[in-house]
């Protein structure tokens, strides 16, 4: 699987938009972009996933460059409760998700 | 939609004692489950992925004698720490993923968690 590359943490102030950059420079024609986040003490939740296109649904936007080798997830308007760890993993469809270090997004007011 | 609950969500128990923990999709059914060990400030490491039906497939490195999976059924996964130590302590996490009710592509869920002590 192809490896990502995530900042190891991002502050956010409440109400602005964070964004989230990734890096997978070897990514292959087949895998597919996913992000998830952790809430301390919880498991993981889906955020949004995506191939090529950008991406959109009710929790954030995702932004994935032209030649698929990084993205962005957009939370277009970060709340304190957005505040965890958050994880872009590129697979095959159907596979294990493999977790990073992922980044740590402190949302304060 | 995509529930997936885990039971228990904590557990204490003496050393040396085995301890099962169940994995359940609730509104869908998970032709394929995973199970993944997270340490204090460590991300999740995957540790087994199960097929209904079939034997688990292990991570290397991790003891399929002592960690037991068992996916009986479409909704339920079980994995039970045999003869637990103090350094089995851990968070173990749950993921359920359909390609029945989805399409491939379909992302997994996530239990909450169970939060496993050993003294």
């Known amino acids: 699987d192809a490896k990502t590359t995530q900042p190891t943490s991002m502050d956010c102030a409440e109400g602005r938009a964070a964004n989230l950059p990734c890096n997978h420079s070897?990514?292959?024609?087949?895998?597919?972009v996913y992000w998830y986040r952790q809430i301390h003490s919880q498991g993981p939740q889906y955020i949004i996933h995506?191939?090529?296109n950008n991406e959109t649904n009710e929790m954030a936007s995702l932004i994935i460059t032209e030649d698929r080798k990084s993205s962005t997830l957009i939370l277009p308007h970060a709340t304190l409760r957005d505040t965890a760890v958050y994880y872009c993993i590129v697979i095959q469809a159907g596979t294990a998700l493999i977790f990073g270090k992922g980044t740590t997004l402190s949302v304060s007011s | 939609g995509a529930v997936v609950s885990q039971h228990p969500s904590w557990v204490i128990c003496k050393s040396g004692t085995s301890v099962k923990i169940e994995c359940r999709s609730l509104?869908?059914?998970?032709?394929?489950m995973f199970w993944y060990r997270q340490f204090p400030k460590q991300s999740l490491m995957l540790m087994a992925t199960?097929?209904?039906?079939?034997?688990?497939?292990?991570e290397q490195g991790v003891e399929k004698d002592k960690f037991l999976i068992n996916h009986a059924s479409l909704t339920l996964s079980t994995l039970t720490v045999t003869s637990a130590h103090p350094e089995d302590s851990s968070f173990y996490i749950c993921?359920?993923?359909?390609?029945?009710?989805?399409?491939?592509?379909?992302?997994?869920?996530f239990g909450d968690g169970t939060r496993l002590s050993i003294l």
């Open positions: 995506g191939l090529k």
């Open positions: 509104d869908f059914q998970a032709t394929t």
């Open positions: 199960s097929n209904e039906g079939s034997k688990a497939t292990y």
């Open positions: 993921s359920a993923h359909s390609e029945r009710t989805f399409a491939s592509l379909s992302p997994q869920h």
């Open positions: 070897t990514i292959s024609g087949n895998e597919y």
